[in-house]
């Protein structure tokens, strides 16, 4: 894959950084999300000493904003400030609220559907049964005709 994020819609988002960068996405669509990331360094560079750091700082939820710059940038009062703080918290629990209905959802459809494939499994052995032990009864029954001994 190439490198950046992909979400589980299969979008993806790259960015390309020299030593250093920052990258910043929101994402909205709930479910699993791959960060890849790829160096341009040989692979014997890393293998002769060379060294690779990689720090990521992934920040979820109303604790990606910065509170004190946006006080000073909407010259927000304290109170305001606070209410502003409360409402993304409410915002956050509400996303995380659909999100867990969204994996209960998933997890029941797959419940489901294993339940049907157990169910129509279970019918076809007992069908196969059936249908092998009446086989083997007209097979031995024939048998012993043959033999004259019924």
């Not at 604790?63 to 109170?79: F, M, S, V």
């Not at 339940?115 to 086989?135: F, K």
Request: with cysteine; aromatic share 8%; hydrophobic share 35%.
């Amino acid at each position: 894959p190439r490198p950046g994020r992909a979400d589980p819609e299969g979008v993806v988002l790259s960015r390309q950084y020299g030593s250093e960068g920052r990258f910043t996405f929101t994402s909205h669509t709930p479910g699993e999300h791959q960060i890849c990331l790829h160096s341009n360094s040989t692979r014997m560079a890393l293998f002769a000493g060379g060294k690779l750091r990689v720090h990521l700082d992934i920040q979820v939820g109303e604790h990606t904003n910065n509170y004190p710059e946006i006080a000073a940038k909407d010259k927000l009062t304290e109170l305001q400030l606070r209410a502003r703080q409360l409402l993304d918290q409410v915002e956050q629990i509400q996303k995380e609220q659909n999100y867990q209905r969204y994996r209960e959802e998933r997890f029941r459809m797959t419940s489901e559907s294993t339940n049907q494939r157990v169910l129509w499994w279970s019918i076809a052995q007992t069908i196969i049964l059936i249908l092998t032990g009446i086989w083997q009864m007209r097979h031995l029954k024939s048998f012993f005709e043959a033999k004259k001994l019924v």
